[in-house]
């Protein structure tokens, strides 16, 4: 096998970083700087809970017409911005006399935690058979997580039979976010670990080896932990909940990949070698070229969320590219130099024992179901590669059962206090009684800022101006007689704001649920035109720099794309038996991102493979080896990312359990079709110009039949 004078100095370097971790003495150096890391880091990873800041989950750009009316209502109203607890009582055959007392009692009960004191008279329906008591709750945090507890008991206590009471409105609905998740982080960590304890022990069928990936992993994210609370504390990093389960299910699943690929190689080098150490140095060397262009790719694909305006989704970037580097320092430095220290019996009872003929060896006679895959692929690529991209065709019309936007009483698996409410409300007064559009104008215009509300089609009724204390602003509430997270309400907000804009001089602003939704959806809009492109454009430049080609690149980012759309597609078959085919507004470009960031990694590694024993075998007998040797190890990992991913399900949020489903089916498709049909036989279809316009592209001598014994000494 040859090598150019430009990969000479690279081979030269990633053999002297392979023989730190893997080294006779370095080895127990990087030990004990692991020990030291991680006592430091240890105490920091709890404190990331303490950082954490859930309004940016809800949080739009500082532009947007929303967000400026809340910033304009906080300064002109600034006693009047307690989140409004609404106490809801339904009888379906009409109030009674006692169900009435039992409101009167309540009310005068819930006084000591309105702010003000005081809580306003009660509203009825129509229909005389529901009655509400809304009342803004006073106190910081603490104090009204207190009070909406104790609200919530006054509510079910003493209620006559047949009353039915529910607690809504965004004091009630952010303390039911919070009792949902309550405990959460703790039982995605175990689920995760529990997930990939599991998948390990299969797939290595040892009693030993499976814990030394988990517990690497495992202090992996405690040092991901530890520097994202620093990021927080000291550099203004957002960090909320969303990204600490991602950074969890991160680590633990791309950690455990880079553990699966390096422990293939080195059982495959220990046969080769009678020396552990040099068995190390060579598998490491083969594969971090690998695992650091996936590190890179999934990294440098996060920080492209950067760019994104949504704060939840910008946040997600650097939080997820703290744990991806910190699962590729913990696996290319800890795992060998553990591996290396407890030797070959960590394998037992498949011990690779050192084997002098294999050096010669072919390593793919070890691989029966590999080498009948590849043998398909290679008698018959083109009907493969036409069959496998029709399938993924096929699944693609699954995308028709999905829909953007999900409503705000779909949003948990489980029925809360807060959407009982809201249904409550719905079904007895006007569909936006609870969430009002809010218009903000200078005083001296509020007569005509009125008088254009009311003419705006879809608008039930506006409240009379409420004057700010200085005297400069007023408020207005307009009430849309559609739901407030309906399209026909996102519309009629639209109608709203071009009416009150064109009022002369009153600087109008429109607020409310229903305008935040409409800016949250056009923000999302703009976030996935820019940032999908550039996800693309850097996962290209990754490819380019990785293959040293064009073509190879173009092909493995095609192949993800449509495997990224196939996966939504399947996707949309499950999710509708599910019931959750309304999808949350973030969810396609973050699932982009996941899947073609990680998803490009089973092709990065069998591409870096094929490109290795091209060089050594030619185009096609290389093609097919690197399938045969990398088939089993791609797929464990792939199988491990999907399930890691599934642990997200048990967060009791339906966001949560579409990423799961989306992310899981598309790496299983990227596992078991993309990677293992479509990309390989499309390779050799295309033939030697897939690596154009490298040197492999070019006719070349014979190829070498046997790999040659690799001298490499021991290190120290």
């Not at 105490?43 to 859930?54: D, R, S, Y």
């Not at 553990?259 to 190689?265: K, Q, S, V």
């Not at 479509?678 to 006719?699: D, F, Y």
Request: with cysteine; net charge neutral.
């Amino acid at each position: 096998m040859t090598t150019t004078r430009q990969e000479r100095p690279d081979m030269s370097r990633r053999q002297r970083l392979a023989g730190i971790p893997s080294g006779r003495r370095t080895k127990y150096a990087m030990l004990v700087f692991w020990l030291v890391l991680v006592a430091v880091a240890g105490p920091l990873a709890l404190k990331l809970t303490e950082v954490q800041n859930n309004d940016t989950l809800g949080a739009l750009p500082a532009g947007v017409e929303h967000s400026r009316a809340v910033q304009r209502a906080e300064a002109a109203f600034p006693d009047s911005q307690a989140p409004l607890a609404v106490a809801v009582y339904v009888r379906d055959s009409g109030l009674t006399d006692a169900d009435r007392a039992k409101v009167d009692g309540d009310r005068a009960a819930f006084a000591r935690y309105a702010d003000g004191g005081q809580v306003p008279p009660p509203v009825p329906s129509e229909d005389g058979r529901a009655v509400l008591v809304s009342f803004p709750v006073a106190g910081d945090d603490e104090q009204r997580a207190d009070a909406v507890a104790d609200i919530r008991d006054r509510l079910a206590a003493d209620t006559p039979d047949g009353l039915r009471t529910a607690l809504t409105g965004e004091a009630g609905a952010t303390e039911d976010v919070f009792d949902a998740f309550a405990g959460m982080d703790t039982a995605l960590l175990l689920a995760t670990a529990a997930t990939v304890a599991l998948l390990l022990l299969v797939t290595y069928r040892s009693p030993v080896l499976w814990l030394i990936p988990l517990i690497t992993v495992a202090l992996a994210n405690q040092l991901a932990s530890a520097v994202v609370y620093l990021l927080a504390e000291h550099g203004g990093l957002a960090v909320d909940f969303q990204s600490q389960s991602i950074l969890t299910v991160l680590v633990f699943g791309v950690g455990v990949d880079y553990a699966l690929l390096l422990i293939a190689r080195y059982r495959e080098e220990l046969r080769r070698h009678a020396d552990r150490h040099a068995a190390m140095a060579v598998a490491l060397r083969r594969s971090i070229g690998a695992i650091c262009a996936s590190a890179a790719t999934v990294a440098v694909g996060l920080l492209c969320l950067l760019a994104a305006q949504l704060p939840a989704t910008r946040g997600l970037g650097p939080v997820g590219a703290v744990g991806i580097a910190a699962a590729f320092l913990a696996m290319t430095t800890l795992l060998p130099a553990v591996l290396v220290v407890f030797g070959r019996w960590l394998f037992w009872p498949f011990v690779p024992r050192h084997d002098p003929d294999a050096a010669g060896h072919d390593a793919a006679a070890g691989h029966g179901l590999w080498r009948r895959i590849a043998g398909v692929v290679g008698r018959r690529p083109r009907a493969v590669w036409m069959g496998t991209a029709a399938a993924l065709v096929a699944l693609t019309f699954g995308i028709g059962n999905l829909s953007i936007g999900m409503p705000g009483d779909q949003s948990f698996t489980t029925e809360v206090g807060s959407v009982t409410g809201q249904r409550m409300i719905a079904a007895h007064y006007p569909s936006g009684t609870v969430a009002p559009a809010e218009i903000l104008a200078t005083a001296g215009t509020a007569d005509e800022v009125v008088t254009a509300a009311r003419a705006v089609p879809g608008v039930a009724e506006v409240g009379e101006p409420q004057r700010s204390p200085d005297g400069r602003w007023v408020r207005v509430a307009a009430v849309l007689a559609d739901t407030p997270d309906s399209d026909a309400a996102l519309r009629t907000v639209e109608r709203l704001r071009t009416a009150v804009h064109a009022v002369p001089g009153a600087q109008a602003l429109v607020g409310g649920d229903s305008a935040y939704l409409l800016d949250e959806e056009r923000t999302v809009g703009r976030d996935n035109r820019i940032v999908v492109p550039l996800i693309l454009a850097v996962v290209f430049a990754v490819l380019v720099l990785l293959l040293r080609a064009l073509v190879a690149p173009l092909l493995l980012l095609a192949s993800v794309v449509l495997s990224y759309v196939a996966a939504m597609g399947a996707a949309g078959l499950i999710l509708d038996a599910m019931g959750y085919t309304k999808l949350f507004v973030g969810i396609p470009l973050q699932t982009f991102l996941f899947l073609v960031a990680l998803g490009v990694d089973y092709t990065i590694f069998l591409a870096t493979r094929a490109r290795e024993e091209t060089a050594r075998l030619g185009h096609r007998r290389g093609v097919l080896h690197a399938l045969t040797v990398t088939g089993g190890v791609i797929t464990s990992a792939g199988v491990v990312l999907a399930a890691t991913f599934g642990a997200l399900s048990v967060l009791p949020l339906v966001p949560s359990v579409q990423s799961a489903v989306i992310v899981g089916v598309g790496v299983l498709l990227d596992t078991f079709l993309v990677r293992s049909l479509l990309v390989p036989a499309l390779a050799l279809e295309i033939g030697r110009r897939t690596w154009w316009p490298s040197a492999l592209s070019r006719p070349a001598s014979p190829p070498v039949r046997t790999r040659p014994t690799e001298p490499v000494a021991a290190t120290s």
